[in-house]
Nanobody
Framework: QVQLVESGGGLVRAGGSLRLSCTAS????????MGWYRQAPGKQRELVAT???????NYADSVKGRFTISRDNAKNTVNLQMNSLKPEDTAIYYC???????????????WGRGTQVTVSS
């Protein structure tokens, strides 16, 4: 079994900062890309940022220059530093990992349960 567990969400005022963390654990053989997605009320889930095992990053235009994604491959951890937060960043943030567990040769997409980020104006 594989689990992704997020932490670090909360309530912050506009202009403030939050740091999200996510750790993948369980019967993991190798992890490919990791990332963060978010879903606001009444909207579809959208990509926030992703990072490959080699460190290549990709950001949504709406967060470029404000958010920074990083990862620790040895710990199967991905972080999202969010600065200059805006009310429109309010959403449930989900951790994502494309990984291969020890009992299969196939890579699968795994999701965490999500953590709430609320930015007040």
């Amino acid at each position: 079994q594989v689990q992704l567990v997020e932490s670090g969400g909360g309530l912050v005022r506009a202009g403030g900062s939050l740091r999200l963390s996510c750790t993948a654990s369980g019967s993991i053989f190798t992890v490919n890309a990791m990332g963060w997605y978010r879903q606001a009320p009444g909207k579809q889930r959208e990509l926030v940022a992703t990072i490959t095992s080699g460190g290549t990053t990709n950001y949504a235009d709406s967060v470029k220059g404000r958010f920074t994604i990083s990862r620790d491959n040895a710990k199967n951890t991905v972080n999202l530093q969010m600065n200059s937060l805006k009310p429109e960043d309010t959403a449930i943030y989900y951790c994502n990992a494309i990984l291969r567990s020890t009992n299969t040769p196939t890579f699968y997409n795994y999701w965490g349960r999500g953590t709430q980020v609320t930015v007040s104006s």
